[in-house]
C-alpha cells in the first residue's frame, strides 16, 4: 500500500500560480502511474493529468492543457503539478492518486490540498 500526503495549496488570484506536491511513501513500487485529480463543490471528481514512472508519457485534461505540468522525482517519491494561468473554475480539492501498471484503476489517494482562485 501506499500513502500519499498532497501540500501546497491556497489561496490565489486569477492568473496566478501553485506548485502542489504529493510525497509518497510505503510500497512505492505500485506507482507506475501516478495521476492528479480534482473536486470542486457540487461536482464529480474530475482527472488533472497523469504521468507514468519514466516521464515518458503524461496525460492532461483537455481544461488544463497548456497551463499545468505534471512531473515526477523518483528518487524522492514525490509528484508535482505545477500550475499557471490559474481561473476562477480551477479552484476544487486536489488528490494525488497512485496505481501499479497491472491495475484498471487508481486505488491508493491521497487526503487532499484545497486550491481556491479568485476572481
Known amino acids: 500500500q501506499v500513502q500519499l500526503v498532497e501540500s501546497g495549496g491556497g489561496l490565489v488570484q486569477a492568473g496566478g500560480s501553485l506548485r502542489l506536491s504529493c510525497a509518497a511513501s510505503g510500497r512505492t513500487s505500485s506507482m507506475d502511474y501516478i495521476a492528479w485529480f480534482r473536486q470542486a463543490p457540487g461536482k464529480e471528481r474530475e482527472f488533472v493529468a497523469e504521468?507514468?514512472?519514466?516521464?515518458?508519457?503524461?496525460s492532461y485534461a483537455d481544461s488544463v492543457k497548456g497551463r499545468f505540468t505534471i512531473s515526477r522525482d523518483n528518487a524522492k517519491n514525490a509528484v508535482y503539478l505545477q500550475m499557471t494561468s490559474l481561473k476562477p473554475e480551477d479552484t476544487a480539492v486536489y488528490y494525488c492518486?497512485?496505481?501499479?501498471?497491472?491495475?484498471?484503476?487508481?486505488?491508493?489517494w491521497g487526503q487532499g490540498t484545497q486550491v481556491t482562485v479568485s476572481s
Open positions: 504521468v507514468g514512472r519514466t516521464r515518458a508519457y503524461t
Open positions: 492518486a497512485a496505481r501499479p501498471g497491472t491495475a484498471p484503476r487508481f486505488g491508493n
